[in-house]
């Protein structure tokens, strides 16, 4: 007997799973009224051709493709898991290309590792939830995000949202739903730039720091949007 789990597993289904998903997920977007801050900033910047590497924490990724303009290279990184392939196809339905491009995918994290900081080089920018996929919620799990940083020169950009009409999901780090004909709005934070010369000691300090101003600046969105 095959189960749900199996099944789950089949490639056809994945892809009607994740075509399904990304329509409610684009039609959301879409009836979302959205108010940007600091978008412009953003947009100059990748005007000179050069990449950044965007943070935000797991729970907030719904409406994160709003803010970005469509005609930069942007990549992902996610897991080859059936789950991880289904946001995988999502997100590249919504512009966002996956660095684990094979679902048969045996790629090693240093492979990973070196495949983001050669697309970084490029020119092509990357996005990464730094308390994905397990948490602990609005924590940088590794230091990553600040070792690409560091190798590649290109600044850390925190983005932020949060909208008035939401449900939050029974998850780990309680998923943000948004629902249809919401008011949201996506705030571009201040970049961070990591100096090739930073100790370990030094990108320590700069993970606290930003995990503080993260944590605060989503907590502010939402008190201001009376989520809270």
């Not at 947009?43 to 729970?59: D, E, M, R």
């Not at 590249?92 to 995918?105: A, D, E, Q």
């Not at 000691?201 to 989520?227: P, W």
Request: proline share 4%; hydrophobic share 45%; charged share 20%.
């Amino acid at each position: 007997m095959v189960s749900f789990k199996n099944i789950l597993k089949k490639n056809f289904v994945i892809k009607i799973v994740s075509f399904i998903v990304f329509l409610l997920v684009r039609l959301i977007q879409l009836c979302s009224w959205t108010t940007y801050i600091n978008k412009k900033k953003l947009v100059n910047f990748l005007k000179t051709g050069k990449p950044v590497i965007i943070v935000f924490w797991h729970s907030r990724s719904m409406l994160m493709t709003k803010v970005w303009p469509k005609k930069y290279p942007v990549y992902g990184i996610f897991s080859t898991h059936s789950d991880g392939r289904i946001i995988a196809n999502i997100y590249n339905s919504l512009g966002v290309k996956n660095i684990l491009t094979s679902s048969k995918s045996t790629i090693s994290a240093k492979e990973v590792v070196m495949k983001s900081l050669r697309l970084l080089k490029s020119g092509a920018s990357v996005g990464l939830t730094p308390d994905g996929p397990l948490g602990p919620a609005q924590t940088f799990a590794t230091d990553s995000v600040f070792l690409f940083a560091k190798s590649s020169g290109a600044p850390i950009v925190p983005l932020y949202v949060s909208a008035n009409r939401v449900r939050f999901l029974k998850t780990w780090d309680k998923y943000m739903l948004v629902k249809l004909f919401s008011k949201s709005i996506i705030e571009v934070g201040e970049f961070v730039y990591v100096d090739k010369k930073a100790s370990q000691e030094d990108i320590l300090k700069l993970k606290e720091n930003l995990t503080k101003i993260m944590r605060k600046k989503t907590y502010e969105l939402d008190k201001k949007m009376n989520i809270i």
